[in-house]
């Protein structure tokens, strides 16, 4: 089947703008993570779904970020009034449930100028 | 709370050489997961190999296997017959047994394959 789909792959956004970055999971799978990996640093987390309970929001930087995933599915990750330090690739993962592999998207790079 | 470190920032390996990249890690816990991840450069990451901590037998995936040294908090990766796909970001990362499954991950190495 298909894999974690992500979109936009690249945003390019002026400081102060909102953006939304969605996230598609491979069918059936019942945890979605978000990480954002700033350039030449590995991802970090950022928030974890149970379908569609957000059960830890811990790694979220700043309240300026918000995920909702209201259905179980599809995921976004919002950035209100983003600021220069945003600029990062953001990846999504998504797995049957723990301890199964996850599965990658091929991210989205936003630049915020 | 847990830390990888991957302290070899670039890599070079001739092509049908072998190469092993390194990997420490810091945890209190006694049951975990280890894993190496791949990043060529169009970003999809993807799975190379994983370890279960409370298995003795270090890892093997084709080319790719593991020395995994749990007192001494090492976790390289070993690949055999370096190809040239395997030119990627690789990167070591950890999860607890008992956590919701997200990871943590080192900074990740270069890796360069020469012909």
């Known amino acids: 089947g298909a894999g974690v789909s992500q979109s936009p792959r690249y945003k390019v956004a002026k400081r102060g703008q909102d953006v939304a970055l969605r996230c598609d999971p491979i069918?059936?799978?019942?945890?979605l993570f978000w990480y954002q990996q700033a350039l030449g640093q590995g991802p970090e987390f950022l928030t974890y779904f149970q379908n569609e309970a957000q059960l830890d929001k811990s790694g979220l930087p700043s309240d300026r970020f918000f995920a909702e995933r209201p259905e179980g599915s599809v995921s976004t990750l919002k950035i209100q009034r983003t600021q220069q330090e945003d600029s990062a690739v953001y990846l999504c993962?998504?797995?049957?449930?723990?301890?199964?592999?996850?599965?990658f998207g091929p991210g989205t790079r936003l630049t915020v100028t | 709370a847990q830390t990888v470190t991957q302290s070899q920032p670039e890599m070079s390996v001739q092509e049908a050489e072998t190469v092993t990249l390194s990997c420490t890690y810091d945890t209190s816990e006694s049951d975990y997961y280890l894993f190496w991840y791949k990043q060529p450069p169009s970003r999809q990451m993807i799975l190379v190999i994983r370890q279960e901590a409370y298995k003795q037998q270090n890892a093997t995936e084709n080319r790719f296997s593991v020395n995994f040294q749990k007192a001494a908090k090492s976790f390289s990766l070993k690949i055999s017959d370096s190809q040239l796909g395997d030119a990627a970001m690789y990167f070591c990362?950890?999860?607890?047994?008992?956590?919701?499954?997200?990871?943590?991950f080192g900074k990740g190495t270069k890796l360069s394959v020469k012909p």
């Open positions: 993962a998504s797995s049957r449930s723990p301890p199964y592999e996850q599965y």
């Open positions: 990362a950890y999860r607890s047994k008992g956590s919701q499954g997200n990871l943590i």
């Open positions: 069918s059936g799978h019942v945890s």
